[in-house]
């Protein structure tokens, strides 16, 4: 456990190499510290919380240490500093953007496994070295104990065609529902993942 002075050490001495509406990311070595609104509503878990629990399926980067709270919304912690680039249609070619979109549904298809799913997967949000893959920004994951909101699901189908070369259809019915069951979920997203083809994106999800 870091102390409060050592956590402003750290972020005082380092880079910022991320910032958005709820806080910011520093580098500090091998370690990126996260500060900021850790809990953006009253009831929701802290971020780093949501971290431990994604770690658990092999998802995100390691946490390394889960801080300090420092009012019941804004904290911070350390995680581990993963290297790589994100995904682009400039720097990737289409058969890598096309492996990258599917294992970004299997990761989601683990965090639906512990009750979680990433609503923010555009390309900022992904990083990626070699063949793999690291999601590494867990304030866009919410709990979901019984089911997904139908625009979630549909969300998450439209980073992949805005982000990358990716085609997909479903044999699986979940239009019918508002919200929509975990189980059927992981079902229609393992579907998606065994028939998806590679090319350019589509604006509406293709049924067969």
């Known amino acids: ?29 091998t370690m990126a510290i996260k500060v900021g609104h850790l809990v953006v509503d009253d009831g929701d878990q802290p971020e780093q919380e949501t971290l431990k629990e994604a770690n658990r399926v092999g998802v995100g980067p390691k946490l390394i ?8 919304h804004f904290g911070m912690f350390a995680m581990q500093y993963v290297m790589g680039r994100h995904p682009s249609k ?41 063949d793999k893959v690291t999601i590494i920004d867990m304030g866009g994951i919410v709990k979901c104990e019984t089911d997904i909101p139908l625009s979630a699901v549909y969300g ?9 070369y ?20 992981i079902e229609f997203l393992r579907d998606i993942k065994n028939r998806a083809t590679i090319g350019n994106p589509v604006k509406e999800l293709v049924t067969a």
């Open 1 to 29: 456990m870091f102390t409060q002075a050592e956590y402003d050490l750290m972020i005082a001495d380092d880079e910022c190499i991320g910032s958005g509406c709820y806080g910011e990311v520093y580098r500090f070595g």
């Open 65 to 72: 240490c889960p801080g300090h709270m420092l009012d019941k």
């Open 90 to 130: 400039l720097g990737h070619t289409a058969d890598e953007l096309y492996a990258i979109a599917l294992e970004l549904i299997e990761q989601q298809i683990k965090l639906l496994s512990v009750d979680l799913f990433h609503v923010d997967l555009h390309n900022e949000n992904v990083i990626v070295k070699g």
């Open 156 to 164: 998450f189908l439209g980073d992949l065609e805005d982000c990358y």
């Open 166 to 185: 990716f085609r997909y259809k479903s044999a699986v019915k979940i239009d019918h529902f508002e919200y929509v069951p975990i189980p059927l979920v």
